[in-house]
């Protein structure tokens, strides 16, 4: 203790000095031999003082401004190696020491650290310049210090030509932690990378954006900025001002201690691994040196606070540079934390949600103006750089939403107005279709019944208005894959056989009244009913079964309305569509010239007339279809086609069968085989200019008319009766148009009216 009271007298003495130094010996602040040295570099003075405005002679200067606290960490550098010499830890083995005073200037420091590369005893203080010092042994074995980060990295290249260990107590240069440049560079105090990065995640946290900065005008003040300025602007913190200070102007250093257990003496050039590999604690946490040679520890966030008058510095939290945290030990602390968000340093007001920011002219990011977010974007979170894009496929959003909302599927629903009177209108027609049928099936044997081609080939065609009536059905709800691929098929194929058996019905109309002997003749060969019917309806088939297979219809989902997704049958090949109508068309059109041609033939039994109208309606109907079905669009699309079928389908269904349902029910008397005949024999007076009837045709006009169940006995009276009164108009047809007849070939009818 004596030794080190008289240690401390001497260093008071020299530094109290102010002659420049005269000799290498002079130069040392203190010294202490021993087997192992070790260099110190303190800043014990602020500032090294110049005789002239510009030095002429190449010397070190006196050194002014005494700084108490360097001159403590001064004195524990001495004390610590003094206390491990007075223990067992390096037995034999005594630690000595050369400090030297920097005087805050790199170029006493590199005088100093010249006397540091010095050969080890040798008589002379010089340093031997070679290519390899892997053998080279010089003055100290490590350097501890200096303070300042300008004056380490002067210090740490000269130090690297012999990868002498240094170990800093306060240079905090991120660019120090750069092991290419400064390999053998050691230091008990986190990066300023870590530093700045602290002070951007409070600044943060306290919700500021619009700061200005002061730093000092050396290596270590402009590195700082420069790292800090990046660490705000990854934090969205805008600097307002920067202001350098000369570098004599900054504060006092934290003072450090050093508590290092060397626990062997190796070799000097096995030093450096072994410093960075160490790790030691101070009572409380474990340290140790990273890949970059920074120690592991963190920083005391502190306020700085007047009170009554006088500034204090408060402890508020501790940074985790590991995990980027602050550790808030006490609920003061945490009031501390919310009084700094109260404080606003702000350049622009924050943007709701909803809002985005738009930078104005300043060249500032953190000054902007807040917009609202367009259609279908949206921003859920506060000062957002730019709104979010909804999914359009399954979300909107409206101007300024600070979210999306889903959209509404929509279709034809079964609940909706416009298909429930669609569905009445198709359940009515299907009522008809039913009526029809048992009326006729009442009035089998008929001359009107009998007339429309049988009870077979009106069952057929109410069959097909029935499945007609029955598809518009699959046009409403829900579409679904077999909905969409049915619906058009069941139509197709059931309109186009209903069309087939109304084009042989206007043949055999045609038929029937011809009497010209080579339309007749053509119309023989033509008139094949069953295999026309299977042809005309096979080719829709084919047509319809080509279009399932390549290009199928399928539900698809619109979305090209912003708020609305509409689910739709997409129909896979408008070609295949639009080549099922046109066939049905193309047969319409055969039927609506054969039956036009007949329309003149005897009124009461005569269908050609209402097949025309029948064929014109719905040749209207769809002729109206193709420009309203193309500019239609949504929900009601399908609607327009099941409007279109219904009309088309009643059209000819009141054409073909509501005429003969009113004679019927309504003139019971014009449905007899003698009103028949009675009609036959007026429509054959009238057209005596330009028909020429065969015997052998009214033979077989009469036959046919006059054909019974042969098991019905008790009709047979009625009969005769009937056979008579029909012998007597064809005698008197055959009176009234003998000059006609005789013009005539003998030909046998194929058919009956």
Known sequence: MALLIVVIIYLVIILATSQSCQAPDDFVAATS???????????IHEKMLSSEEHPRRPQIQKCVGFEISVFLQTLAMIHSIETINNSTLLSGVKLGYEIYDTCTEVTVAMAATLRFLSKFNCSRETVAFQCDYSSYVPR??????????????????????QLMPQVSYESTAEILSDKMRFPSFLR??????????????????????????????????????????????????????????????????????????????????????????????????????????????GYDVVLWKEIDGHMTIVKMAEYDLQNDVFIITNQETKNEFWKLKQ?????????????????????????????????????????????LLCNNKTHWAPVRSAMCFEKEVEYLNWNDSLAILLVALS????????????????????????SSGGLMVCYVILLCHFLNFASTGFFIGEPQDFTCKTRQTLFGVSFTLCVSCILMKSLKILLAFSFDPKLQNFLKCLYKPVPIVLTCTGIQVVICTLWLIFAEPAVEENISLPRIIILECEEGSILAFGTMLGYIAILAFICFIIAFKGRKLPENYNEAKFITFGMLIYFIAWITFIPVYATTFGKYLPAVEIIVILISNYGILCCTFFPKCYVILYKQETNTKSAFLKMIYSYSS???DSLAMSHVSMDSINDNITMTNPSLGDKSAALQKDKDLQEQTLAHICRENSANVSKTLPRKRISSI
Not at 358 to 384: A, F, L, R, W
């Open 686 to 688: 009238h057209s005596a």
């Open 140 to 161: 100290v074995k490590a350097v501890i210090g200096a303070g300042y980060s300008e004056i380490t990295m002067a210090v740490s290249r000269m130090l690297n030509l």
């Open 188 to 297: 008990t105090v986190p990066s300023d990378f870590y530093q700045t990065k602290a002070m951007a995640h409070l600044i943060q946290k306290s919700g500021w954006n619009w700061i200005g900065i002061i730093t000092t005008d050396d290596d270590y003040g402009r590195l700082a900025l420069d790292t800090f300025a990046i660490q705000a602007a990854a934090n969205n913190v805008c600097i307002a001002f920067k202001e350098v200070f000369p570098a004599v102007l900054s504060a006092n250093t934290i003072e450090v201690r050093i508590n290092q257990t060397l626990e062997k003496i190796i070799a000097e050039t096995q030093l450096l691994d072994v410093l960075k590999n160490v790790t030691f604690t101070n009572g409380r946490n474990s340290f140790h040196f990273d890949t970059h040679g920074d120690l592991n520890t």
């Open 343 to 387: 404080i606003l340093s702000k350049c622009s007001k924050e943007c709701s949600p909803g809002q985005m920011k738009k930078t104005t002219g300043s060249q500032h990011i953190c000054c902007y103006e807040c917009v609202s977010c367009p259609e279908n974007h949206y921003s859920n979170q506060t000062d957002m750089d730019r709104c």
């Open 33 to 43: 031999p021993g087997h192992i040295m070790i260099g110190g570099l303190f800043a």
């Open 427 to 450: 359940l009515l027609g299907i009522t008809l279709v039913l009526a029809i049928g048992i009326i006729f099936t009442r009035n089998l044997n008929t001359p009107v019944v009998k």
